[in-house]
């Protein structure tokens, strides 16, 4: 049995982070809500042990450069000699796939969702960025139900036309072509998971199911499926496409979004996500850290140069806030911490869990 987590814990810093409870134990690390004490904020902290070395250092070059609404964000990374742990965003509502064994899912609701993941994996796409490993359990949502990708673990940075052979994922959402031994391209197989995903999003069943893995694998390669006659036209259309054996005839996500049956009912079809750059931080926002004890130019230093610290994860959950928010939280600091200067440097101190 697991055992109930610390309330506090060494690593993250006190008074930085409160341990609360345990949520996930993936492959490369366990993932535990926490709460940000200033801003009284819930966060989810990945730890991964340094053995996992490039898995953890690959995630988080990755997360450093993703600011899409639809993907988790990082707040800040804390290294110890023998754990890294990733300060991310928390997202409530918990896994898609949990909402999925949960729900019936009619093919609107479905396509909302869906318009999310795809405008989050384009633009990683974008960015030569592959998830390579999309499926509802790595799909979070948050108090609204918005759709966050999560779980970069296994993404990677490829080059056009590049072929990659170390195999990653899940079975039932691996594209084809990674059960060949034959190299593959990253995209491709993003889109032939998305595919899966989304059958099973409107089905609650996965399209390619055996109980027996190498059947499954067979299965798989066929490309063979039968789709629910619930299915409408354009759903059965679309799900085709990107369940095609042939990853050179698969469209791109960028394709799909000016699918039909994606654009459905609505006045113009999707379009990529724009990233807004910002060259200078919400002089707003680093008023209300003034406020609580920060240093000014602890604050701009950390943003400019991307330090990924305890100023900078505050900075980025308080300016994630809303205007009004954020002026109920300085109401709230003001009280809790009067005069209180916080420690900018997180210490070097002993590894957790031990």
Known sequence: MRQRLPPTSPALGPPYYEMLNFIDCGAFGVVTLAQHLMTETKVAVKTTDKTAFITSHRETNILKTLHHPNS?????????????????????????????????????????????????????????????????????????????????????????????????????????????????????????????????????????????????????RSGHYICPPSFSVGLKGLIKNMLTADPKERPTVKQIMRDPWVNNGQDLPLTPFQEQILDHPNSETIQLMVAMGFEAENITTAIKEKLYNYPMATYLILDGKKPNLRTHLLLGISLKFPVQRVLIQTPSMPPWPP
């Open 72 to 220: 988790i964000k990082l707040f800040q990374i804390i290294n110890t000699t023998e754990s890294c742990h990733l300060v991310l965003e928390y997202a409530p509502g918990g896994s898609l796939y949990n909402w999925i064994q949960q729900n019936i899912m009619m093919e609107e609701e479905a396509r909302a969702m869906f318009q999310q993941i795809l405008s989050a994996i384009e633009y990683c796409h974008h960015k030569m960025i592959a998830h390579r490993d999309l499926k509802p359990s790595n799909i979070l949502l948050d108090s609204q139900r918005n759709i966050k990708i999560a779980d970069f673990g296994l993404a990677i940075t490829y080059h056009e036309g590049q072929r990659l052979r170390v195999c990653p994922g899940t079975l039932p959402y691996m594209a084809p072509e990674l059960l060949l031994g034959q190299g593959y391209e990253c995209p491709a197989m993003d889109v032939w998971a998305l595919g899966v995903t989304l059958f099973e999003m409107v089905s609650n069943t996965l399209p390619f199911v055996s109980e027996n893995n190498v059947k499954l694998k067979d299965i798989i």
